[in-house]
């Protein structure tokens, strides 16, 4: 198969494909990948080589901390099969939610343009529930909770919201968030897919240079000198997200934040730790930093207790039983320490 | 204090007793939780005092059994449905759900005396029950007095079973309203004229449902103050307090609190707030607004909910209808929640008249009567006798 296919295609297309091309996850946009005749194989196999740069691209500029850019339609809804396919092969979690977070902002603004009518077919087939009352969208308050909870920003907590008999109402920019939250969650739980070891070997042999390429950057990213062994169980649990890339709530990066610096990590090693988080931006991290360590503001915030860290969610230990009752996660690091080097049990 | 051993064996005869008319009792039915069957229950025996827990029923028969065999000092149930609940690793009894629980305890004011600790707690239950209602629009809603210094509230309505720690922890920070200050409910905005943006500015209602709820109770306020007389209206301004921010440093003098009643009784002030949801911004009466919304942020949200127990969707809960062990009262499920009076509807025991041995003097309101307890010997109701052996502070001579 090759050039003349997707000519082929192309002709046979009606107008519906220039709105599924932006959405290629749309049921629609399935019936369209079905409808090509172009088999899993074809794509595994690699012969139709600009299907597969074109899903190679998109990973890359996922991985490249950009939204993924076209301008071919027709090539777009099957190359995102592709990098489905990609993803799952080099198969790092990382990168995954790397992907999902670019792709859903990508998304995002796309929806920001569309129709009402639009929007409700798409929230319908996301299944979140969508109330329309004149220009003011309306969801249920638990699809909110669901579909919000990684989003940090004082303007989306339920407490600044207006909320009535469970549904609240929001802009449609907001309600288009939610959906590009959803459409973010699904892609990470639908990868990586289960694909064959020796059909992943084809995949792999061209993007090879991703895998480099993620590899120096995870070098980057460890932290040097600390024995991170002995962190208390709440701060390896913040330390694991960000080393799987899964974003932290705003208590997760300050509790992390606060307990490293006190530790005596410098600053720019704190930097790098939140480096792998789908929206890392450098300067903002950097002046959040500042801030808690206390460069900027003259105030120099303290680690939490473990009774806070409980408040948070951020302590899973029961009862303090595995952290012998201490009341801050730096002494129990303390005792590790001493556990560790001094042989004391 | 460790109790000896007739009271042991006298609690556990009591406590049997219970359980044994409780389970032939047909209201028991509305205590157990649906699908008791996919929870795990655990409880504290009397005599042992650990707990046992991973337990499942797979019908009640099997279950009251169980507890009239093992007689429960303290009786739990898992809010949490499982796939299998009497698996002991938690990570393996695989969660389907749980109800969403609040604990309103008012451990924090320890200050306080029982009886009135218990009423706040109560006035905390309301608000709660209203906002579940009316903002989150839940059925389903099961209030229970805890037996001890609060409430349980269950909501088992469908769309909250799902929720995760997290989701549920977002509900909390929404009632508690902790996040919030002034400028999240009063907002200042600039005013704009026909020709642009002229200078000043007003203040206005944030479009939020605490944003409303804070302004109605600023426009209620306003308007009692207005109908009162001079003395009285004088004196609720100046209750007023400083708020936790360092904004407002100086109580109102009686000299600013009496021009601030005198223009809410000659200007239309109020009915402008009313018709256009904000205020202009003379700051003499602005100060008097922000010193209510202070006010009100300290009044309105709930503020005394045990977090983790709401935010732990695998906590165990007591069981309602059972006894609270530290109390010897009822898990009383509440029917109506504003007549409701747990040092009369949650005990369960006798009235008749029991010797017995104290080892402090203590007062105690119970059943409409004050009770005065010496140090030593004391004649006292059935009830009050196992309140005290279940306090730890009396016990039955040997």
Redesign the interface.
Known sequence: MGKETIDHLRSSIDTDIYTIYKYPFLDDARKYIRDSGISFNDLLEGSISTIVDCGRKRVEDALNGKIHEYDNPYLEILSYPVANIILSCINDIGLIKRYAYFESKRVYEELKKEENNFIIKIAAQFGLRLKKDGEKYETYFTDYLNNSRRINDQKWSLVNKKISKGWISLEKEDFVRLIAEKYREIIEDTLPLNIDKEDCSKIINRVGDIITCLKEKDNREKISKIDSDCFPPCIKGIISKTEKGINLSHHERFSLTTFLHKIGVKKDEIIQLFRNMPDFDFEMTRYQVDNIIGESSGTTYRCPSCSTMKTYGICTTERNKDCNNVSNPIKKYKINLDRKYKGIV | MDMNEVSTIYLIRKFNEYYTNLFKNKNFLSCIPPSFNEREWGFIPIRYKRMWRHLSFQNLGEMKKFFLKNTPLHLYYSSAYYEHPDIKKMSEKGWKGADLIFDIDMNIKNDLKYEKMLLLAKDEVIKLYDILK?????NDIQIVFSGGRGYHIHVRDR??L??????R???I??LS?N??NID?VLKKREVVGDYGIERGYYYGM???????RVWSSVITFLDEIRNMNENDAIKKIKELKIGKRDKFVKDLSKKDALEMYQMLKKSNIVELMKKDRKITTDKFFKNLVERIVENELNMLPIKNTD??VT?DIKRLIRLPGSLHGGTGFQAKLVDNIDNFDPLNDAIVFSDENKKIISIVDTDISMKDNKYKIRKDENKLPEFVCLFLICRGLAYLED
């Open positions: 009316s903002d989150f629009g839940l769309s909250v799902k929720l995760k720690s997290e989701e922890r977002e509900m920070d929404y309203a996040s919030l999240n944030v479009d939020s449902s605490w944003g409303e977090n983790p935010t």
